[in-house]
T-cell receptor
Framework: GENVEQHPSTLSVQEGDSAVIKCTYS??????FPWYKQELGKRPQLIID?????GEKKDQRIAVTLNKTAKHFSLHITETQPEDSAVYFC?????????FGKGTSLLVTP | ETGVTQSPTHLIKTRGQQVTLRCSSQ?????VSWYQQALGQGPQFIFQ???????GRGNFPPRFSGLQFPNYSSELNVNALELDDSALYLC?????????????FGNGTRLTVT
């Protein structure tokens, strides 16, 4: 089955700096790669997603890149703000069944 | 917001008991998935229902079962509860009926097994 590895497990940045979270996946059949943000005690919320026919996607301060050959994808957050502090999960899969990474706890300090 | 509602929000059960968790959405999503999120981990896919039929299952034993009703509400049933079943259980729906459309989660049910 699909195995998703996510790094780093924790990340601390200064406000205004960039943050990068990286994930690798094992199943070449995976064609959908969403990223979720989860604040403490709340549900995971979709922040951006990318499909396998696209190499890069951007939405304001958030961007995701996908390298299908190397089977890795990354989340980039620019100009970080304290409210970006949360746990971020990458996921890979097909259709409805997603396999999630173990999460990255991002702390943005003022 | 997809308006996904899960109940109850919290639940405490004893090992060996059975539990039923519920999920509903404001508009009729014909696909619902259930995920288990243990503390400090990412969500794990349990199963997915499409038009009242199980349409995919993760690596969970048969004591995890589900139902989807004609009004697209759904239940997750867990029999013979074990301590390791303690987790946040998330229901997810898709805003569109197409394959690979984004999954949107409810707020979850926090289950504690003692």
């Amino acid at each position: 089955g699909e195995n998703v590895e996510q790094h780093p497990s924790t990340l601390s940045v200064q406000e205004g700096d960039s943050a990068v979270i990286k994930c690798t996946y094992s199943d070449s059949a995976s064609n959908y790669f969403p990223w979720y943000k989860q604040e403490l005690g709340k549900r995971p919320q979709l922040i951006i997603d990318i499909r396998s026919n696209v190499g890069e996607k951007k939405d304001q301060r958030i961007a995701v890149t996908l390298n299908k050959t190397a089977k890795h994808f990354s989340l980039h957050i620019t100009e970080t703000q304290p409210e970006d502090s949360a746990v971020y999960f990458c996921a890979a899969g097909t259709g409805y069944a997603l396999n999630f990474g173990k999460g990255t706890s991002l702390l943005v300090t003022p | 917001e997809t308006g996904v509602t899960q109940s109850p929000t919290h639940l405490i059960k004893t090992r060996g008991q059975q539990v039923t968790l519920r999920c509903s959405s404001q508009s009729g999503h014909n696909t619902v998935s259930w995920y288990q999120q243990a503390l400090g981990q990412g969500p794990q896919f349990i199963f997915q229902y499409y038009r009242e039929e199980e349409n995919g299952r993760g690596n969970f034993p048969p004591r995890f079962s589900g139902l989807q009703f004609p009004n697209y509400s759904s239940e997750l049933n867990v029999n013979a509860l074990e301590l390791d079943d303690s987790a946040l259980y998330l229901c997810a729906v898709q805003a569109e009926s197409s394959y690979n459309s984004p999954l949107h989660f409810g707020n979850g049910t926090r289950l504690t097994v003692t």
